[in-house]
Nanobody, 110 residues
Framework: VQLQASGGGLVQAGGSLRLSCTAS????????MDWYRQAPGKERELVAEVTGREGRFTISRDNAKNTVFLQMNSLKPEDTAVYYC??????????????WGQGTLVTVSS
């Protein structure tokens, strides 16, 4: 099973980016797909927890394509981080695994 994340890049403060992460392989069922981020010198954090009340970020899924999206609006320099997707899923033989994507860098300039 692989998670492929994309969509990161350099954007000015106030701009938007849309990240996507697609799971591929012998997948039976996806329980959850989440986004995390890790800024330089900081611990990895769950994006939904740190941005949920602001309304700037929206997470959505396309179950048919095993893909999760992260729409980020009104970006701030403090959003600069490597963004990772994580999947909790069942693979062949109904084995449950947790797997991470490779991360995609988001840089927000002031």
């Amino acid at each position: 099973v692989q998670l492929q994340a994309s969509g990161g890049g350099l954007v000015q403060a106030g701009g938007s980016l849309r990240l996507s992460c697609t799971a591929s392989g012998n997948i039976f069922l996806i329980n959850a797909m989440d986004w995390y981020r890790q800024a330089p010198g900081k611990e990895r954090e769950l994006v939904a927890e740190v941005t949920g009340r602001e309304g700037r970020f929206t997470i959505s899924r396309d179950n048919a394509k095993n893909t999760v999206f992260l729409q980020m609006n009104s970006l701030k320099p403090e959003d600069t981080a490597v963004y990772y997707c994580k999947a909790d899923l069942y693979v062949s033989g109904w084995n449950r695994i947790i797997t991470w994507g490779q991360g995609t860098l988001v840089t927000v300039s002031s």
